[in-house]
């Protein structure tokens, strides 16, 4: 073989050891810092509902016949949500009677864009004749009343709710 040759294949060997390198360095800042989320405009329509339908509740979250009549009161008479803090804060949303999806996703009925709101991260939904909340797998969690949420629990009407950076509160 040449010289030549061999400065060639050298040189290419080089190249390709560089490529994968900086192809390394790439995926690692892309696990660890996330890949970046192109700003959506604000859908014109804030109502939607995500199409799949509410989850089954768990039997652990049925409310016992022997609850206390007031909670169930409150509970069924709520009407709308409130943001009450983050980048939506005062912005009302009415309840109907279908589920409501809460996440980062634009499908989602109530669009929250932070860094710390899944995709798809809590669902509220109306199960007999109370809101129930539901986290949906999240990474950060979802919080009512101050406790994270395991299983669907019935939210109370005034008792924020914390997804990611936003919070808001079911009110008459």
């Known amino acids: 073989m040449s010289e030549l040759t061999l400065l060639l294949l050298r040189i290419g060997f080089l190249l390709l050891l560089w490529f994968f390198v900086f192809a390394v360095v790439y995926s690692l800042r892309a696990d660890l810092f996330g890949v970046r989320v192109r700003k959506m405009p604000e859908p014109a329509a804030a109502g939607r509902v995500d199409a799949t339908g509410p989850l089954p509740p768990t039997p652990a979250a049925k409310p016992s016949p022997r609850s206390n009549s007031t909670t169930q009161a409150t509970t069924a ?96």
Do not use: C
Not at 127 to 143: A, E, I, R, V, Y
Not at 147 to 169: N, Q
């Open 77 to 172: 008479t709520a009407g709308r949500i409130v943001v009450t803090s983050g980048p939506k804060a005062g912005m009302e949303l009415p309840l109907g009677t279908e589920p409501l999806t809460i996440g980062r996703s634009s499908e989602s009925g109530l669009v929250i864009r932070d860094d710390y709101t899944s995709t798809q991260h809590a669902r509220l939904m109306l199960w007999g004749d109370q809101w129930m909340l539901q986290d949906l797998d999240s990474t950060n969690g979802t919080w009512h009343d101050g406790k994270r949420v395991s299983t669907p629990v019935p939210v109370l009407v005034g008792a924020p709710i914390k997804v990611g950076a936003t919070t808001f509160e079911l009110r008459k």
